[in-house]
């Protein structure tokens, strides 16, 4: 038996591939989960956590966030996404660097921790820096530049760049828990040249693309009127999209362009939250769902969330599509689960490491706690009992890569305090820049 050995014992079992739930015990070797069975021996285990009243599943996948915007929570409240962006946002961002993505990702990565998130899926600027953190963190990440060139060739040229050398210089690292994608921003961000040319690029290298489309009626109007097609019909047209694809937002959507989706086999991660709180719309999940599509969800930036907490964004998702369909039954509390584990693992193609609790694959393994006020009494089902009366803050235990990272609700790895303190410094200062 490794030296690195944790056996989590007497835990509530929830496993999105088949949703059975046992009281079992899990053995962790290293990074991998080594054996899951009623007894295992505990002898030469280095370290035990009694999970007694505790439901243990994967680690949630957010599927689309940018984390460095922690440092901007709150910032720009009760507007439309156009004057956020233009009159905010993007005011801000001219003023950032290295250094103040770097504390954000951390101060993202608390959040990220606590409630249960183990893996995210990033698109920002000065990304190395970003992975700086996430190499101290502990945390796996998708990590892709956001590249935006308004039809300017040299910029564009620049932005390609900048996302290859982000590949060169991180994919693979942090004992290989960061990955590289690229990050066209949007189909109104980036040119066609642009989106062409990492379509190319993507093929060349076997990298992946996260990208926003279709978050908001403007966007379709604007689209629609440069280009003669919705935004998915003129992705589709220049032959852009394929399986490697992730989709952020998705809320306005023909049923010709979910056929595209479906066709082409586009990912798409889906961000309720914050597409409530800019009024952008509410997308069709359940009929996405219903197309054999695979649905993950994101919470998107802590400036339009304004948390991290993908548990509320679950229920969050759920009751908004059985409100919007006026039937109870759609976005159900097993698809919810499967949404923030499997699918967000199969969106990010890491499904063979992670996203379910089985031998052989990463132990990346959350413990949520039922001896609190929320949880009691235990609902019919450990998936009800987590969609709909959990929340970020009953997370106990969070282990990626079989380490650690919080226990008891304490973090183990990062100091919280000093993080926060370095955070609110960061975003007094960039305010003072403006």
């Not at 097609?229 to 959507?253: N, T």
């Amino acid at each position: 038996m490794s030296d690195n050995t944790i056996l989590i014992k007497n835990a509530l079992i929830l496993n999105p591939n088949n949703f059975e739930e046992k009281k079992q015990s899990v053995l962790i070797e290293n990074d991998l989960i080594s054996e899951i069975s009623d007894v295992i021996d505990e002898s030469n285990v280095e370290k035990i956590i009694d999970a007694e009243g505790k439901i243990l599943l994967p680690g949630f996948v957010n599927t689309h966030t940018h984390l460095s915007m922690t440092l901007f929570r709150g910032l720009a409240d009760d507007l439309s996404l156009d004057s956020w962006l233009n009159d905010h946002i993007w005011p801000m961002e001219a003023n950032l660097n290295g250094d103040y993505c770097y504390i954000g990702a951390l101060l993202g990565a608390v959040e990220l921790i606590k409630s249960g998130t183990t893996t995210f899926s990033d698109m920002y600027f000065y990304m190395e820096d970003v992975a700086r953190a996430i190499d101290e963190a502990g945390i796996r990440a998708v990590l892709s530049y956001g590249m935006i060139d308004f039809g300017d060739a040299e910029r564009r040229e620049a932005e390609i760049k900048e996302n290859l050398t982000l590949f060169e210089n991180c994919d693979g690292m942090a004992d290989g828990r960061i990955k590289v994608f690229f990050g066209p921003h949007s189909p109104y961000t980036a040119s066609e040249e642009l989106l062409i040319k990492v379509r190319q690029l993507a093929d060349e290298y076997n990298m992946g693309i996260h990208i926003h489309v279709s978050e908001t009626q403007k966007e379709i109007d604007d689209v629609s009127a440069e280009k003669g097609l919705r935004p998915f019909e003129y992705l589709d047209k220049i032959g852009f999209l394929g399986p490697d694809v992730v989709a952020a937002h998705c809320v306005w959507l023909s049923d010709d362009e979910i056929e595209i989706i479906k066709k082409n086999g586009v990912k798409v991660s889906h961000n309720p939250c914050s597409n409530m709180k800019l009024a952008s719309g509410i997308a069709p999940v359940s009929k996405l769902i219903e197309n054999d599509i695979c649905v993950s969800i994101g919470t998107d930036g802590a400036s339009s969330n304004n948390n991290l907490d993908l548990i509320e964004e679950l229920k969050t998702a759920s009751l908004l599509q059985k409100v919007s369909t006026l039937d109870p039954n759609v976005l159900n509390s097993y698809e919810a689960i499967a949404m923030a584990t499997i699918k967000g693992a199969e969106a990010l193609g890491l499904d063979d490491e992670i996203g379910s609790i089985e031998v052989g694959k990463k132990a990346d393994i959350i413990l949520i706690d039922t001896n609190s006020a929320n949880m009691v009494p235990d609902s019919s089902t450990l998936t009800s009992n987590i969609i709909y009366s959990a929340n970020g803050s009953n997370v106990d235990t969070t282990i990626c890569n079989g380490k650690i990272l919080m226990e008891n609700k304490k973090l183990t790895v990062l100091d919280e305090q000093e993080i926060y303190d370095k955070a609110r410094k960061a975003i007094k200062n960039l305010k003072e820049a403006i």
